[in-house]
């Protein structure tokens, strides 16, 4: 297998308003995003990668002259790799809202001369979707192979099929949900009240005071990691190892190797991540639900995918979005007699699985990887 | 079943020193107890219950023209409830550094006339254990009946039979666990870092501030009691439902009943529970692991135990400390021919269900204090 070097981030402009489900619209945005591989002549290999809670459009490859700048899914996709660069057109997208480069909070409202801060428009899953489209639209794709997302991103790749089912063919959801249950919310909902009690939050409008709350996002960051990974790879990894070998009996500092990886996992996060991005993104988690449309029927929710192909694929030690979750999906789509394929993987990493190479897991995907070039002649 | 009415905490000073397992000691200390039912001539009735992180002494009854008095575990204890108070005579201690009466952070340092607050030493369920020795024997007790404790209060149940085996008979231990995992010990690293930055802990010196470290304590408390429910249960109790009947779209206010009961959760726990007191307790879980000492061997731990009787009980919902967990325990018991009963019931309420009165959980209970009653001519 091959990395697939250096790569360059693109924009594009939006100048159309972009409704959004809540009724508001966002006047005019940019989006940023990387594609990999080439489109072929008929536009029938373009694959969309969407994203989760803590990445972006730099989906695979690397910076030039950036040191560890290497894409979040570099070990899916590239040159043989299960997501065959050397057969797809590959389309790493950032969402709105987000604070990698897409427009954000962290950008001027146009409409006050004045950064958005906690004033940015709530963006929803269906609405990412839809900016999706756009951009797909705007790269001459009529419709995608395939559209592959982990997680949150499992759930844009869901929408996709429920709002703009003609624009493309194969579903792969991953680690993914058909809603938040309330455990999910109320964890969402700690890290963010860390967040906004934080006193440098100062009601989102931080940036004009020069600070960030770092405090909030670091236990944020602290709590969501505890929750990607599985308690039995935690044991595996840290147990109850000691730091400096012996007890200190101290109540503030650190005394067991698992709060030592916490706080510097919550240090780095809380120097790169916006606020404003966490609590938009948690809440787009929270309010997906295409069940609730129809009584909360998830089956007929998902009547309009009925000529997409799905993939879903789940983790056994996953209790963020546990298998159970996944088997969900595949009910709603069998009742409408929507052709899925279901693998759930025994690993033993948790939430956190999709992001890593487990080889039956990659197969997985290979396999399925191999039917879609097949049948879209890439 | 009848109450057992008004009941009264009394207070005993201790001008011993106590030496602690950090090497520290407690100069001199006060305990507060209560005590329901009579002690027997012979003194052989009496059974003492541990409290756990967010209790104290008051276990049963209520106070003389206080609402909402009623202790903690009055569910359990009582004129012919499970635990009789007809038959037992049963003791509730508060543990040195709470924050409900014993001496604790909150309290004057005899050393330097000041608060002791951070600087209050650190306690371990040993040190616990070994006041609640003096107490015992303060009392006239030369031997316990029982002792009995869930989660925490488990662990200084289990601790009682490891450090003074002659002067307990029976050990009955709920929900808890031989040492908290890698998994247990992030959530309450987390928990202390959201009260230690919180910039009202003042590094635990806030009460010569005239603040506490609200913020701090509530998120605690948040993150804890997700925790404390299991996924099945708050998913019975909330679900997806919305505070409001439709979505408001916002990042900062509340959607979901979830998230209302979760802030009022936050709310109430910080106006009564002192900071230097959570971080104390949270350190004595995470420092209980009686086979540290023994390689990590927990049957040669419970060598000392071998004529102790125990009832294990864990919950089928309970992620916090799981069933695994409690047959952990009753590995290493039945490994030293240690007479155990164990009993996993199946309870949809995860940790909490040690403190309900599930009827097969409470059957359990009260028969087997009908066989300590037998046997100590109760």
Wanted: proline share 4%.
């Amino acid at each position: 297998m091959h990395s697939i070097g250096v790569v360059h981030p693109q924009t594009r402009h939006f100048a159309q308003p972009l409704p959004l489900r809540s009724g508001a619209a966002i006047a005019d945005y940019t989006l940023v995003y990387e594609t990999y591989g080439t489109l072929n002549a008929d536009a029938s290999n373009a694959v969309l990668v969407c994203h989760a809670l803590n990445a972006g459009h730099h989906v695979a490859g690397e910076y030039d002259n950036e040191q560890r700048s290497v894409g979040w899914w570099d070990n899916l996709v590239g040159p043989r790799k299960p997501l065959d660069t050397d057969r797809f057109f590959v389309i790493g997208v950032n969402n709105l809202g987000s604070c990698f480069g897409s427009t954000g909070p962290m950008h001027v409202n146009p409409a006050t001369g004045r950064r958005y801060g906690a004033d940015f428009p709530v963006v929803t899953v269906e609405d990412w979707v839809d900016a999706q489209a756009r951009l797909i639209q705007a790269l001459g794709i009529e419709r995608l192979a395939a559209v592959i997302g982990g997680s949150l991103g499992g759930m844009q790749a869901l929408a996709w099929t429920l709002r703009h089912p003609q624009r493309v063919r194969h579903c792969i959801a991953v680690a993914s949900a058909p809603n938040l249950s309330a455990q999910n919310i109320a964890f969402n909902e700690v890290a963010r009240r860390a967040i906004t009690t934080d006193p440098d939050f100062h009601g989102g409008h931080f940036y004009e005071h020069g600070v960030v709350p770092a405090r909030g996002l670091r236990v944020a960051r602290m709590i969501g990691h505890i929750t990607y990974l599985s308690d039995d790879s935690m044991a595996a990894k840290f147990g109850r190892e000691l730091r400096n070998g012996g007890l200190g009996y101290t109540t503030q500092d650190i005394e067991f190797q698992i709060e030592s990886y916490l706080r510097h996992q919550g240090e780095k996060f809380s120097e790169y991540f916006d606020a404003n991005t966490y609590l938009l993104i948690t809440r787009a988690l929270d309010y997906f639900d295409p069940a609730a449309a129809h009584g909360g029927d998830l089956s007929a929710a998902f009547a309009p995918a009925r000529d997409n192909r799905f993939l879903v694929v789940s983790f056994s030690t996953d209790w963020r979005f546990a298998p159970a979750r996944s088997r969900e999906i595949v009910k709603a789509l069998v009742d409408n007699r929507i052709a899925v394929s279901y693998a759930e993987i025994d690993a033993p990493h948790g939430h956190d699985a999709f992001l890593l190479d487990d080889p039956r897991y990659h197969d997985t995907l290979r396999a399925y990887f191999e039917r879609v070039a097949a049948e879209s002649g890439s």
